[in-house]
Structure formats: structure tokens, C-alpha cells
């Protein structure tokens, strides 16, 4: 069957999981929730126990991993006052829970305003179809609604992604929104005023490797519950996420291609190890400066299935996870690759030596670093 | 262990609560060690069954002290501390038991007070215990601090990590707190000993039988059964309180339990008296809290205890209660600190509290809801370790700061009543925590020089109770010329701990650090590390027992073979001879004696300087300088002869350093000036020769500088010597010695640096003012304070910039300005 999207929102993937919580939801939900706070926990981390819906057994996956606690307290955050900010390094998952817990929460994921240096307010608020302001008049008609307007008048979540990278005045009128919960359209007069329907709130995301989160206004932070979303630590959860990510995308493209667990492993122990500055017998190893995340990790791999399914032999070859390794550390400085060369020559050689297997491939790779 | 859960022997742990817990003489109640629940209904059992014995898990050898952790006046945290001197394998134990207000052992030993019936320890001894355990387990595993108490065995047990997991929680801690804590206060007391027993009943049936063989379990809880048994023999109704884990165990060995369990054969090791001791002591709470790096049990012990008061006074919701003072108390200090922090951010996260507790399926919220709630909604931005502030503070709150209190009769180790005496006789204030300073006049003042003596010795045992900021610094050289003494001292109950540590050594301070010191003599100490501890000795007033170090230091003398470990027992001693009247030092004579033989060995071994390493060379200079030093001192009345005649050798030998050459050169320059001839020829033959000796010639000049600058002061011989040197060399020769070069003349003087520069320009036929350099001129700096004035005046009449400007002034003498 054919794809008609490249991404489908969060909701339609899941379609079929949300289904089944709200079927068999018996907890409490907030105002203008589609699940309870509970149901929405489980559809982000999890549950061993299947539910019945429509004569099936559905399996509730995991699709977030790392830090459950850390999900507990989005999730009460986003039924409270405050919004919630998620901050972190780039390929951290931070826009994956966003969307996760917008679906899960309103059934809308795609709510979304993207922050750039170039965002206006009108971006933020609202703008206007200057046709139909001319011919009739400022009017709701004529009003275009930013996504904040849609989610205010709609009470749905909003979500502003990479929002430090809007410029400082234009994040600071996010403040009296999300303190006062009501927009002031002075165009539309006596019915200028948009108050947020109960189940409204914002979901923020910033990176902390760019502009981070440095030079939002306090008044604005105070706005926000935050939480740091940190780098997978565990190699074996890495392993996990890879795995599991891979594994959905291939199954969206129809690339029907066995996963190689070993080739997982192996890439997530070269990440982890990169990113810590330290391999697990010891060695002390030169960090690259570039983002060494779970991210790119999925989609180094993932390329290089697409590449043993479409030009290979449906295998994953060594040599072509290594091109595609130097390509994702190489992006942001040239000087990384001689810090992956020092990696190959020191931990993957004493790996290769005393392992042999895929190490030794892995090693004898390394011609490709340039 | 899926199969394990919902296996019938689930059915077993009914049994297991019928047998313990309905047995006409006996009540085996299982808790975790500072658990408040387990308080809370572990007075409930006790008022219900009035035993007329009370059985603790602990060593035994400390029941004597029952009686003052009890007293009216005492209140907790306070600890029993046991230690063990194992002499025939040269290595020494020690371990911590403490108690808190909300221990169920506390409340035990409480409750069998009012009751008036005996109340006991009832485990191994804490010198068997350690004798029974293999390397690595249970009271010998490595770790900054060691607890008595064997939580580790339930936390650490396959059960409780798969217990974990599938549960969703993140440590034992917070599964216990939900599990057991939360809710086990409302149930009844006969469902929550069920519900805790199935848990131990779990750990314990994932644990291996050898590891608890090899943990010493398995003995323990034999001597633990036999102890009940004893008690139950003589008719008498016993409650036994225990780490639940035990419960299988003891039940087994007395005859109550069917499981066949390895019983293992054990004899006393009969420990003699003086090896062990067992003292108790005042604690704090922060020293308690397992996180803190201490396995004591629970953590955030204030936390806790708080909870357990309120609970104990009918509170509804005594967690709640206590998260809502904590997050006050928390927002307060973190604005202390920082600011940042508002009354709304304490609502948001009492909300997020009250939230996460909702969603998780707690009662109430509880310790981990507190701390979520302030990483949420405290800290404003990225959570690194500047913004973490507010989780600090939490920490801090949670921990706790309460100190113990002993009842005035409680015995207290002579050391720290010594302690504590000089103390209140010197007048210092030991009543807080807050560091204070003291400046001392010792030399002027015999109670100054008392004092610190004091401070000394107390350093000396390792206490950290005092560290001088500022002052004479013998055994590391460091600020001779400076009479006075700034100290800053500091009570912690840790000193009390190092204290109760060392008081194996005697019953004073002054007794315990000599003997410290002693004993460090015993140990193969080279001379030079020997003499250190003369130093240490006259710091520490140790007039009478100095003869007794230097007769040890005599013995390493004689033994020492090594040029530079005499050298800096050499240095040791001179200064060692130069303060003895200050620190009322009285064998003078044996000093200078000493000396007298460090020298003469040292010239003997002259010879080896020409094989000393590089790194080692500028310490052999030294070691010379200090030779000849003691030579010029007539007090010593060393041969010089001795010196010169060996330095003559030194010079000629054809392996020998330059920079060492150089210095023995100018040191023989000041035996006599005729040996400035072959001074100069050296210094030649360095400059002259061919490849690598060109460069020798730098570190030649500095240890001939270091001995004898005024050889340079006196001709210009060694200024033209230096000047072909220059010639000779490429840069990147001379660029290699030019770091030697620079010492070489760091030893002069400014004035002698001006007269050099003066020598300088008369060879080359210039002015000595062409190479000096005096900085700016008083014309160039007035020229450039009118510019900077003309420039504000101009800037301020095009309203340029925010300079504040003086009014200007027209500068004489400036033309065209």
C-alpha cells in the first residue's frame, strides 16, 4: 500500500492505540481532554497488560525512553497553569514527545508554530486575509488565527517549536497571553477579546546547543515548568531506541529489510562512546564538537539499511554505515573527522583485536576517513 | 521470577506471618532500619503484646550503652560506634550504627523503657562479625563509610531491581516510600506485616545461600536465633526486632520454620578487650542520610522524621504536610540565595505535588513527588549544575541539620573529654559549626604557644579540626620569618569521630598524637621523612620525646645511603636548630651533633652527585648551599676542609650536571678567591666548545650565579664570556636556553642588575642609560594626559559618549599641540 504522507502526525500514526485508551479510559480527565492524565501516561510509556478494542488485543508500545519521570511531570504540568518548555541538545526527542503528548492530550499534534529568527507576531497571534479586510471590514472572517489563536479559542495545546530562536520581543508577547490566558484583537473592538477555552496550554521547545534558553526573559521563564531532556546514558536503552525507531520508519517506507541487532550495537556503543569522551575499557577519546545524538544515531543506520535494501543485497554493510557516520559528524566541522579517525585508531582497532567480527569490519572501514 | 509472583508459595508467606507473628512467646517483627511506618506499628505491637524482653538486630557488646541512648536527656541522631583491631592481620575496622527519632530500633528501645522490661542488642559482636564475613561483603565492602545496618541485602536483591522495573519506580527508596510508607501507616498493623514480609520473603528467596554464606548472614542470624531462644527458655514472652530479611533465618534455627537453611559451625574468636571499642556519640542528620554516601538505610532523614512527628500527633495527611513545609522552606533559602523563586512557584509545585502523587497511584505525595515538583517548577532554564541550585537546597532541607544530644552521663571516650577540657580551657568556641579564627603570638605568649600546640596535635590526629591559615610552616618551609600564627578552627561531630578513631593511640591528646608520632617512627621511613618528624615534634611540644626521635632519626642516619635524603634531613635539622628556643626545644646539643654527622656522611657522597637526574639537580644545589651554610655557622663548628677538598673532586668529574658544577664552583669561590682561575676556565670551556656544550654553558652560569653573583660584580670577565655566547648561538639555540639564562640572573639584585647593565654599556663603548629603561618619561606622560583631554572636550561638544571629564588645562611646553 502506498503512503500518502512522509510523516503522518502522531494522532494517525497511533490512530488505532489512542483509540483503545479512550475506549477503556475509566480515570479522570482534565477539562477538554481527549484521555486522563494517566492513559495519556500510558500511551507514551507503555504498558505490558493489552487492551481490547474492537474484538483486537492492542499492545501499547513504548515510545519514549530514558526518563519516566520526566513524562509525569509533562504531563501534570500541561493540566496545571504553566506552560511547558522542553529544553535539551538537538536529537534528544524533545518535538517527538512534544507531538506525543499533544496527540495523546487533544488529538492534534500539528498545532505548531516554528521559530525562527524571521517569526512576527502575527506568526504568534494573528493575521489577516487583506482581501477580505478590505472588502468587508476587520471581521473574525477576515482574521487568519495563528496556531496560539487555534489552540486558545479551540482549547488544544500549542505547540512553539525552537522558540528562543524568535527574536526577544516577539517571544516576550507570548507573556500576558499565557499569564492573562486571553488575546486582545483591538481590530474586531468590542469582540476583541479571545479568552483560552480550559484545556489550552503551550508546549515550548528550545536546544540548548544554539541560542538555548539564555535569553528568554525571566518574566517568560516564569511562565513555563521546565524540563531538561538529557542524551540517552544507558548504551543499552540507545541500542533500544535505535532499534525501535529504525524499525518504524522502515515499516512507514516499506522497506521490508530484517534489522541487524549487532550493527545497532555497534553504532550505539560508537555514539555513546563519542559523546562521553570516554570508551568502556577507559579510554579517554576526543569529543567531537558536533551533535552526537540518539537522532543521528537512527539515522545513520537507517540510511544505511535503505542503502543495503535499494542498492545492496538487504544487508547492512560496514562500509556504508561508516560513509554515513562521517557524514553526520562532518556537517558542523571538519576537524571532528580526525576525532573519529583517533577513535578508529585506538578503541576500535583494540575492539577489533580482541573481538574480531564486525569490530575487525568495522575497523578495516576506516580507509574511508579522509 | 514471573513464575516466582505467581507461583503457590505465595502461600508460604501467610505461613511465614503465622509462625512469626502468633506465636504465644514471640513476635519476630521485621523492619527497614529508620523507616517511620515501621515505628509507628511497632509501638502499636509492643503496647498489645507486652513483652517482657525486647530483642534488637546490633552487635551486643554495646548494650551497656542502651541506658544513656534512652535518658531523658538524650535525644537523637546519635550513633553507637564499634571498632575492631584486627592486630594479627595489621588492619583496622570501624562502623557506625545510627538512630534516629523515627528508627523502629529507637522506638524499641523506647518502648521497653516505659515497660520496664530488659531490652537488649541481640546480634554478633561487631569484632565476630567482621571475622565471619568474606573480603568484599557486608561490613568489609570498600566504602567511604560503613553502616552496621544490612539494608543492602533487600535493596540490592534480583527481586527488588524486577520489582522496580515493572513498576515503574526508580530505586528501592521510592518503591518502599510508595509501597510501604505511603499508605502502610493506615492499614492495619497485621496487613502491613504481611505486605512487608512478602516482600522480604521475595528478596530472600532470589538470593543466593552463598552469598549469604560468604555475607555473614547465615551466623548471625544462628547467634541471633540462639540469643531468642535463650530468652524464650527462661518463659519469657520476646519481641525481636529485626531486618526483615532475617525473619526466614531465625525462624529456622528456632525450630519454627520447615526450609532447610546451611547452618554453619562457628566458635568465638575470643578478641581481646583492648582491640575493640564501643563508644557512643551525638550525630547529625545530614551525616545519616544515606545520600550522603552512608548505607544507612532511608534517606532524607529530616523528611522522614518530621513525617513521623506529625504522624504520631493524628495528622490526616503527614506527607502532604511535610512536602508543603519543605517546598516553604526550600523557596525560602533558594531566595536567600538566588532570588528566583516566588510564592507562585511554591503553589505550582504544592500542584504538581499533589498531581504526580494522583497520577502515580499514591496516597499522598510523598519524598520523590518533592523533588520533582521543585526540578519542574524551581529552576527557570536548563538543568545543569548552576541551575541546580534550588535542588541543592532541597537536599539540604530534606537531610536535615539536626544534631544529637547525649545525656551528660554518658560515657565519652577520654580523648574526647580531653578534648573537650583544653577546649573550654583555651576558650574556644565549639558550640556551633561556624568556622572561627584565632591569631597567635607563641613565641611571645606561653598561653598562645599552649594553644597552639593544641591546634597542632590535633592536626597531627588527623581531625580536621584546625588549619593554619598564615604562619611559620616547618616541615614544609614555608614562612620562617613570621612569628605569628593565624588558625582557623572549626567543630564538626566528625572530629569527635576521628577522635573516638585514634583513641586507640591514649587518653589525652597530647598522649595520642605522640604516640602517633612514635609510631610513624617505627615505620622504614627514610631519614629525611624521620627528621620531618622533628619538626613535628617541636610544633607539637613534644620537648620530652624529642630525644626519643632523634635517637631514631640517629639510627636511619647511620643506616642512610642516599646523598639527597641526607640533604633534606640536613635541612630539616637546621631548622630544627634555629627555632628549638622558640618551642622550648632543649637538645640543642643532640641537634648540632646530628648535624655534625649528616655532614660528614654527606661529603663522603659527594660523589654521587655526578650520576644525580636532571629533575633532581636544583635540589642538589640546594642540598650544597645548605652545607656550606652550616659550615659558615661556628655553632656547628663543621670542617670546611672536609667540604672543599670533596667539592675539588666534584668539579672535575667529566659526567657531572653543569648547573650542579657551576654551583660547586662558586661555593669553592667562597672557600677562596684563587679559585677563580679555574672558574673562568670552565665558564670558557662551556662558551668555546663545540655542539652541545654551547648550551651547557646557561645552566653553568646559573649555578655559578646561585653560589657566587658577585664573581659577575667584581670583573667584566663573565659579562664577555657571556657576550661570545650570544655571538656563537643560533636563535633556536639561543631561544632553547633562554629560560636558564633569565634564572641565571634572577638571583641579582635590581642594584646589581643596574651595575651589570652599567658594565655592559662601558664594553660596548655606550651609556648605561641607552639600556636602561626607566619607563615612560614625565614630558611623554603629560602629552598624553593633554591629548586625552583635548579628545573628552571634543567628544562631550559632539555629545558623543558618557565620559566624565575634569576641566582641561593648557599643558606649557607643548607646541603644536
Known sequence: METTRIKPPMEELYQEELAALAANDTGRKPQNWKLSAKAVRTFILGSHIPLKYNGKEIHIAKKFYGNDALVERCIITLAGNRGLMLVGEPGTAKTMLSELLSAAICGNSTNTVQGTAGT???????????????????????????????????????????????????????????????????????????????????????????????????????????????????VALEKKIIMNEVRKLSLLDHVDMEMDEDVADLLAITYHELREGVSAEGHRIDKPSCVMSTAEAVSVYYQTMMNGYYYGDRSMDVDCLVQNLLGAVAKENRDDLQKVKGYFQTVVKDRSNKEGGLWKKYYEARRWIQ | MEKVLRSTSMDTVKELYKVAFTHPQLRLFPIRHHSPVCSHHLKKVIQKFQPDCILIEGPSNANKLIPYLTHEESQPPFAIYYSFKNTSAGKEYKCYYPFLSCSPEYTAMLEGKHLGCETE??????????????????????????????????????YVKYACEKTGMRSFDEFWEKYFELGGWKLSTETFIQNLLTDCYLAR????????????????????????????????????????????????????????????????????????????????????????????????????????????????????????????????????????????????????????????????????ELVDSVQSSFIKGELNHISQMPLIELRKVMSGRKRGVLTAIAPIPPLVQDFENLCKKYRLHVSGAARRELILEPFSKERHLQISFFFQRMNYLGTEFSHMKKGPQLAAGRNLNLIRETWEYRYRPEVIHRLIDQSVYGGTIEEASESLLLNR????????EASVLVLHAMEMGFAESMGKVLAAVEKMVVQETSFMDLAGCLEHLLFASQRKSFYKIEHGDVIVRLIKIIYEKMVLLLGSLE???????????????????????????????????????????????????????????????????DIIKAGWGYVQGSGDSKTMAAPFFRGLFNTAKDMVMESSEFLIMLNELLHELSEEAFVEILPELRMAFAYFMPQETDKIAKKVAQLFGRNEKDLKRYGISGRTYALGEYLDQEVQQFMEGEEIGWIVTESATEMPGIDGA
Open chain 2, 611 to 677: 650520576s644525580v637526574e636532571n629533575e633532581r639537580a636544583t635540589a642538589a644545589v640546594g642540598a650544597l648551599k645548605n652545607m656550606y651554610q652550616a659550615v659558615l655557622n661556628q655553632q656547628y663548628e663543621l670542617n670546611g676542609m672536609l667540604l672543599e677538598e670533596g667539592l675539588k673532586s666534584l668539579v672535575v668529574k667529566k659526567s657531572i650536571k653543569p648547573l650542579i658544577r657551576g654551583a660547586a664552583y662558586g661555593i669553592l669561590y667562597g672557600f677562596s678567591s684563587e679559585y677563580r682561575k
Open chain 1, 120 to 234: 512576527t507576531e502575527d506568526a504568534i497571534k494573528y493575521s489577516w486575509n487583506y482581501a477580505l479586510l478590505l472588502a468587508k471590514g476587520p471581521s473574525r472572517e477576515a482574521l487568519v488565527p495563528s496556531p496560539l489563536y487555534v489552540g486558545m479559542e479551540q482549547g488544544i495545546l500549542t505547540r512553539l517549536e525552537e522558540i528562543t530562536r524568535c527574536p526577544a520581543e516577539i517571544q516576550d508577547s507570548l507573556i500576558s497571553i499565557l499569564s492573562d490566558k486571553v488575546m486582545s484583537v483591538p481590530e474586531l473592538g468590542n469582540q476583541g477579546l479571545l479568552f483560552a477555552k480550559p484545556g489550552f496550554n503551550v508546549i515550548g521547545t528550545a536546544n540548548t546547543r544554539d541560542k538555548g534558553v539564555n535569553e528568554m526573559s525571566s518574566a517568560l521563564k516564569r511562565r513555563f515548568n521546565f524540563e531538561t531532556i538529557l542524551p540517552v546514558a544507558d
Open chain 2, 121 to 158: 542488642f541481640m546480634d554478633l559482636p561487631y569484632d565476630e562479625i567482621i571475622l565471619s564475613c568474606e573480603d568484599g561483603q557486608s561490613l568489609l565492602q570498600e566504602q567511604e563509610k560503613s553502616s552496621y545496618n544490612d539494608d543492602y541485602l533487600l535493596a540490592g536483591s534480583d
Open chain 2, 205 to 368: 528467596v532470589t538470593t543466593s545461600e552463598d552469598l549469604m554464606w560468604k555475607d555473614g548472614c547465615l551466623i548471625r542470624e544462628q547467634f541471633m536465633a540462639e540469643h531468642i531462644r535463650e530468652k524464650m527458655y527462661r518463659n519469657k514472652k520476646v519481641l525481636a526486632v529485626i531486618g526483615g530479611f532475617h525473619t526466614q533465618g531465625i525462624l529456622y534455627h528456632l525450630g519454627l520454620w520447615q526450609e532447610t537453611i546451611r547452618t554453619v559451625p562457628w566458635k568465638s574468636h575470643k578478641t581481646p578487650k583492648e582491640d575493640t571499642g564501643v563508644y557512643i556519640m551525638s550525630y547529625s542528620e545530614d551525616a545519616a542520610d544515606m545520600l550522603n554516601g552512608y548505607r544507612s538505610g532511608m534517606p532524607f532523614p529530616a523528611f522522614y522524621r518530621r513525617v513521623y512527628e506529625v504522624m504520631e500527633k493524628g495528622y490526616e495527611r503527614p506527607f502532604e504536610e511535610i512536602v508543603q513545609d519543605m517546598l516553604i522552606e526550600c523557596g525560602k533559602q533558594v531566595r536567600r540565595k538566588d532570588g528566583g523563586v516566588s510564592t507562585y512557584d511554591e503553589i505550582c509545585a504544592m500542584q504538581m505535588c499533589q498531581g504526580l502523587a494522583a497520577l502515580r497511584g499514591k496516597h499522598e505525595a510523598g519524598a520523590y
Open chain 2, 521 to 528: 617512627l617505627q615505620e622504614s621511613l627514610h631519614c629525611s
